[in-house]
């Protein structure tokens, strides 16, 4: 059953529907946002969460921030618009597919500029369906490249989460491991419980177990351990922005596990669609890294688990330099040994 991730409920007066990603596994709950602050709050928040579905987010975001606007001349509209996504754009700052989320709506928007203001209005609803219908392919296209780069009876880590949670249905990293299991390759996942926020352990394994998948949650200071004692012969994980070399960031302690995947000979795949690259920048030293409040860390899911005035840092993502990472799984195909030529020429 495709996971209803985020769905756009009604018309352009309507509103958006997302699993409140933060309540899983132990409750399954819709959240419903009727304007752009509460979108702008679940993404914050991580409701909504993983590179893909915050691009999803973001763009539907952009038609719940247009509702508002009563502009009746298309300049001054699309003044109100560019403002709608500079605040959208404030949500979070690592993953570009939101970015790329509010320049595609942009794009159209100035592109359409000829039609009156509820006309606009009703092709950016379209064009955000869109958006979501194009990643469930992409998505499977993800999953298809990818399932010939593992052999049968194998054991995969993977660290966060990657699925249908993280995209419009499927996901990445897991759209490899799901097809992986449609072809009835026997795999074996090691799910990292991926501190502080446990998205592994609470939307990685939950998705896993749904799909049948044997799976076996760490805590991410066993994967090294798990790795010596041979029983991963790959890792896949998502990607939140790749830079024109190949340096990848992706959730913290990607960076570790791709150190430990070098060490132990193991092949270390990143699976993302071509929306999550940003060649704009040369190289990982650009990304932005978001820094996450302190109480993630000390009061991890109610329970206060280090002294009162201990100082914390908090990273939410770290960089995989791309001379780690084996190969890059996208829609458009595998690029082997990323480089700034080698994603060139598949992402053309
Ligand atoms: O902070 P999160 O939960 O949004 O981080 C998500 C990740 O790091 C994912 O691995 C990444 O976005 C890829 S999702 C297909």
Redesign the pocket.
Known sequence: MPLPTIEWEGDISGRVRLIDQTLLPTELKFVYCEDIKSIWHAIKT?MV??????GIAAAMGVVLGIKDIHAKHTDAFLRELKQVTTYLGTS?PT?VNLFWGLARMERVAQENKGKSVQEIKEILLQEALKIQNEDKVICRQIGENGVGLIKDDSGILT?????GL??ADY???LAVLFKAKEQGKRITVYADETRP?L?GARLTAWELLHAGIDVTLICDNMAAHVMKLGKVQYVI????RIAANGDTA??IG?FGVSILAKEHGIPFYVA?PVSTFDLTIKSGDEIPIEERSPEEVTNGFGKRTAPEGIKVFNP??DITPAKNITAIITEKGVIQKPSVENIRRILG
Do not use: E, S, W, Y
């Open positions: 991580l969460r993983g590179a893909p579905a915050i979070r993953a660290h966060c989460n990657a699925g993280a995209t996901g990445t990293a926020l998205q994980v998502g990607a939140d992706n959730k990607t993302a939410a993502f």
